[in-house]
């Protein structure tokens, strides 16, 4: 390791936002750590990216799962500059009547334990440096109303209250906490929504004001962003990364 290369612990990267977040934080020179539930997918990941990168099996929401990836972590590399925590799931999207508690239970445990998990495993050798940056994958349903989003929505906005609650707290050991709120994105997940029939693809189109969907690359570069001495002063922000979604108030003219 060269020293001036940073860390970067992405989890959920072996697909969709996730892969590009990778590949965007190798091209910016950070050492990448692939971290994903699909354990062959997130080395063959981490080979391909080239360099000095290596990939992770992890299930975010297993403490004891989290505990061990951080520190193999911390063993390979004695550092870590930056967690994205981006591994999520969408679930059924049945309607809220006839919601399955596992799947409700799976969803939050995926989303808020893993993001908590993750970023308390991070701390210490942030804390450590005196220096760090988490950034959250939130979601445009965590800030507004989606039918069938319960569970999902409300553990995204549950990110987003992390993300600030976690900002005030670890300012003080120089640890920034961001999130993004990314709108609908053509990754695997929504394209499975789309095939479903769960989700009309011309229908959003014609609801984002910049009339597409995001790609991986549209969320990865902000966040690149939040992890930045760019945005050394922001910390605790949820920023919209959806193409004007949330800001659309639909006037019906
Ligand atoms: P994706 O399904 O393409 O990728 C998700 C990755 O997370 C997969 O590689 C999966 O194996 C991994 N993963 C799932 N559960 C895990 C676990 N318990 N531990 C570790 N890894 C796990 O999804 P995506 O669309 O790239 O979504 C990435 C993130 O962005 C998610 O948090 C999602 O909620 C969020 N998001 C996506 C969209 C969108 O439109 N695609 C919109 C808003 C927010």
């Known amino acids: 390791m060269s020293a001036d290369e940073k860390v970067a612990v992405i989890t959920g990267a072996a697909s969709g ?4 977040l990778a590949q965007t934080f190798a091209r910016a020179r950070y050492a990448v750590c692939v971290v994903d539930l699909d354990a062959e997918t997130a080395k063959k990941r981490a080979g391909e990216l080239n360099g000095n990168h290596e990939g992770y099996g992890c299930d975010v929401s297993d403490e004891g799962q989290v505990e061990r990836t951080f520190a ?15 591994a999520g799931i969408v679930g059924s999207q049945e309607p809220s009547i006839s919601q399955d508690m596992v799947y409700f239970d799976r969803i939050t445990k995926v989303i808020i334990n893993g993001t908590f998990l993750c970023s308390r495993a991070a701390f210490h050798p942030m804390a450590a440096q005196k220096s760090g940056a988490i950034v959250n994958v939130g979601s445009i349903a965590g800030l507004t109303g989606l039918p069938r989003r319960n569970a999902y929505g409300a553990a995204k906005a549950g990110v987003h209250s992390l993300t600030r609650s976690l900002a005030t707290e670890w300012a003080q050991h120089g640890i920034r906490v961001n999130a993004v709120a990314p709108g609908y994105v053509a990754t695997p997940m929504v394209q499975g929504l789309v095939d479903q029939g769960k989700v009309d ?44 979604w949330a800001a659309f108030g639909d006037a019906g003219n």
């Not at 936002?17 to 590009?20: L, T």
């Not at 193999?72 to 981006?86: E, H, S």
């Not at 690359?217 to 605790?236: H, M, Q």
């Open 201 to 244: 693809s011309a229908r959003l189109c014609r609801r984002i004001p910049m009339a597409r969907l995001g790609t991986p690359e549209d969320i990865a570069d902000p966040v690149l962003f939040l992890a930045s001495d760019a945005a050394r002063y922001v910390t605790g922000v949820t920023l919209s990364v959806d193409g004007g």
């Open 72 to 86: 193999a972590v911390q063993t390979r590399y004695g550092r870590l500059d930056v967690l994205v925590n981006n």
């Open 17 to 20: 936002i996730g892969w590009a």
